[in-house]
């Protein structure tokens, strides 16, 4: 039910949380505490106004986090391993190609809902899609939602498990530091301006994206300084973790109750393939762990880049890696789903 009290319910919830995620040192807590509250808030029947370009302008900021954090040698890193990412980014795609079409055929799911949903990206087109090709357009859905959260999650407790500099600890977070105000005016015009750029120009994540390389390229050429006080980068992760976590409502999940399960093995699936992918990129081009997991998670790019962004991990490797599979699975996922759909033959049901 909308409330004129559900913002401070919902910001109640989240104080906590976040709290207790910031004193166990979680990266990413900041995201993480508001996704899981969000969750708790949405799945007990609450709703809150949530103006698409409030959104957009925070992708924006964690666009211009990763911009201060990437050089502009991420194009060389694309080129100069380009047998490594083509090789990470077409064995994610095939994983979830195959996974879908698998599942499909054991009909672990209604008609071909398992084969949109675990598309690991292009959430809005793949839901927009699936109901032409007999699938359940709320259940891809939450296997999209879900794909996010858990990717999040578990990204978080693998960089917890390889450790996290302690400069990012509880403690070392000064919520209120000096402001240069120019190079943060700069900073919040590319952050608003770098998401209508890409929604006039109708750019898939764009809002995440255009920032991004824009910043990238601003900051190298020395055109502008991104100034992101602590206070705006929480308000910002809070959005972020809030955009995710406020969309399991309660008749989504009651009507997914009794598919969760097989949802839940579905995406976990994905994960671990993605997870030995990642396992190869250590073995055989020497990768660093947290790197290469990062690199290869399945989706969720504005998430990995905060949870990247508060570890001691190759943040221009994890970044160009995502970028790349992020614009794969824009342009080849539907179009793949969409030939694999047309030509799986499913059972009949019963």
């Known amino acids: 039910m909308l409330t004129p009290m559900a913002w401070p319910i919902l910001i109640a919830l989240t104080v906590p949380v976040t709290g207790l995620l910031l004193w166990l040192h979680v990266p990413a807590a900041l995201m993480l505490g508001p996704l899981a509250a969000g969750i708790v808030f949405a799945a007990a029947g609450g709703q809150v106004r949530f103006p698409v370009s409030v959104f957009a302008v925070a992708q924006g900021i964690v666009g211009c986090l990763i911009a201060r954090m990437v050089p502009l040698s991420i194009v060389g890193d694309i080129l100069g391993h380009w047998v490594l990412f083509s090789f990470g980014v077409v064995s994610v795609l095939a994983a979830s190609c195959g996974l879908g079409w698998l599942m499909t055929r054991l009909q672990m799911l209604p008609g071909t809902t398992a084969l949109w949903g675990i598309s ?6 793949m839901t927009f899609m699936a109901e032409s090709y007999g699938a359940d357009i709320r259940l891809v859905a939450l296997m999209q939602y879900l794909r996010v959260f858990l990717v999040a999650g578990i990204a978080a407790l693998v960089a917890r498990m390889f450790g996290v500099s302690s400069s990012y600890g509880a403690a070392a977070i000064v919520w209120f530091p000096e402001v240069h105000w120019l190079p943060l005016g700069e900073t919040l015009a590319l952050a608003i301006a770098g998401p209508m750029i890409a929604r006039g120009l109708s750019i898939p994540a764009g809002a995440f994206l255009v920032p991004m390389v824009m910043g990238i390229g601003l900051t190298h050429f020395g055109f502008m300084t991104i100034e992101l006080p602590t206070w705006l980068l929480a308000g910002s992760y809070a959005l972020v973790g809030w955009n995710v976590g406020l969309r399991f409502t309660r008749p989504l999940l009651v ?52 949870i990247a962004a508060s570890t001691d991990c190759d943040v221009s490797f994890v970044m160009a890696m995502q970028t790349v599979r992020m614009i794969a699975v824009l342009l080849l996922a539907p179009v793949l789903t969409k030939f694999i759909a047309e030509r799986v033959k499913v059972p009949p049901s019963g």
């Open 120 to 125: 690991p990206g292009a959430a809005s087109v």
């Open 255 to 306: 009507h997914a109750a009794l598919a969760l399960p097989r949802i839940l093995v579905c995406t976990l699936l994905l994960i671990a393939i993605c997870g030995g992918i990642a396992a190869l990129f250590v073995l055989v081009a020497n990768v660093d762990p947290l790197t290469a997991y990062l690199a290869t998670s399945p989706g969720g790019s504005d998430s990995i880049a905060i």
